[in-house]
């Protein structure tokens, strides 16, 4: 008996093909996100400057023109720590995303080549069932290490998200304090 006939093999290709083209979508739609987060970023960025220019220009004393700078400091690093935020978290999700559409095909994978096994058993010799039993260890030891590297992948992705927000969080504090201190220094 053929345990590898012609629709199985169609079936499998099917399902990798699938698999990548998955893939090849999440990683279109990644990069669609990363652009117009770098244009909205780029957009704002100018309508900033410029304002900030205008400011400059308007501004008498040198006084003016400390809390200009420091007040421009304010408003601009808010901003950047939102950027590397944002694209922290396209990032991240695209990461899982990718990962989720591994699993699946792993799983699937995984779950036809224990039928096959299974079938092959069923037509095998008694002389082959510890062969076979040992395949099927193999087999399930893959699986529980992939389950588990899979597991430690998304709490690894979600630890990363956790630090981030709060590495932001005391920058973003540590610039606020920064800003003050500088406004404090040029009101003098």
């Given at each position: ?28 739609e ?56 944002q ?32 079938g ?13 039993t ?9 699986g ?32 606020r ?12």
């Amino acid at each position: 008996m053929n345990l590898w006939n012609p629709e199985q093999n169609s079936v499998g290709q099917q399902a990798s093909m699938e698999a990548s083209f998955a893939l090849a979508n999440r990683t279109v739609e990644t990069f669609q996100k990363m652009i117009e987060l770098n244009l909205k970023t780029a957009r704002s960025s100018i309508t900033e400057t410029g304002e900030v220019v205008f400011e400059a220009l308007s501004g008498n004393s040198l006084q003016e023109w400390g809390a200009l700078h420091s007040g421009a400091a304010e408003r601009i690093a808010p901003q950047i720590q939102s950027y590397y935020r944002q694209l922290f978290a396209i990032a991240s999700n695209s990461q899982l995303e990718f990962a989720n559409v591994i699993n699946e095909y792993v799983t699937g994978q995984q779950r036809k080549l224990q039928e096959a096994i299974g079938g092959a058993a069923r037509h095998a010799p008694a002389a082959a069932e510890t062969a076979i039993t040992s395949l099927k260890s193999a087999i399930a030891a893959a699986g529980t290490w992939y389950e588990t590297t899979y597991k430690a992948t998304q709490q690894a992705i979600l630890a990363a998200e956790s630090n981030a927000a709060a590495v932001s969080e005391v920058v973003s504090k540590t610039t606020r304090q920064a800003a003050e201190r500088a406004a404090r220094a040029t009101s003098k």
